[in-house]
């Protein structure tokens, strides 16, 4: 993954009997994070465990999923024993319209989605090959914050646009970025991601 021409990001991807790992690194191949999904015997994850790296500091976040018709429906993120994190989906069409998360049971913020006719073929977001549910059928073209992120803030949105090779892939992906802002100018961030198919 790239920012505004800077590389930021690389992930490897490995699957081995009911288990998928992910590895993130930085610019400096420095390790960023490294998930370990358990796969249930229908293939979809049931749990997982996020280890995040940052400045010599380690957090370690624990997911469990709840599906409907092979559709993600809801994610409980436990990071403590006295906070509920849950993010539940909504479709339409086969894709996901609406992300919402709740903290104890309190609405936090929520994030829409449009998509274009470009039929999704795999799942770039995570490349993890569906194993957290069906993935979209269609790709992203819009995405819009509904949440505030601060006082009289203005949500922050991303558009996309892609290039694909001749089987319908995705080789790039251009994320053009608008933060959020709570008045002042924020510029908007360029991200190019680019995949390769082995």
């Not at 989906?89 to 709740?102: E, F, K, P, R």
């Not at 090959?129 to 949105?157: D, M, R, W, Y």
């Amino acid at each position: 993954m790239f920012k505004n021409d800077t590389l930021y990001e690389t992930e490897t991807i490995v699957f081995h009997d009911s288990i998928c790992e992910i590895f993130s690194k930085g610019y400096y191949f420095e390790t960023l994070s490294h998930e370990v999904y358990y796969l249930g015997t229908d293939g979809l994850a049931i749990s997982s465990v996020d280890s995040g790296f940052f400045q010599n500091d380690t957090a370690i976040y624990l997911y469990d999923y709840t599906y409907d018709n092979g559709y993600l429906i809801s994610t409980k993120l436990i990071y403590d024993t006295t906070t509920d994190v849950r993010y539940d989906y909504q479709y339409s069409d086969g894709n996901n319209t609406l992300t919402t998360i709740t903290v104890n049971g309190s609405w936090k913020g929520s994030t829409s989605f449009n998509y274009n006719q470009l039929i999704n073929k795999i799942d770039v977001t995570h490349f993890d090959n569906g194993i957290t549910g069906k993935i979209n059928q269609n790709l992203v073209s819009h995405e819009a914050e509904g949440g505030p992120c601060g006082p009289s803030s203005v949500p922050g949105f991303s558009d996309y646009k892609y290039e694909l090779n001749q089987d319908g892939f995705i080789t790039k992906k251009i994320t053009y970025h608008t933060p959020c802002s709570s008045g002042s100018y924020l510029p908007r961030e360029i991200i190019i991601t680019t995949y390769e198919y082995y």
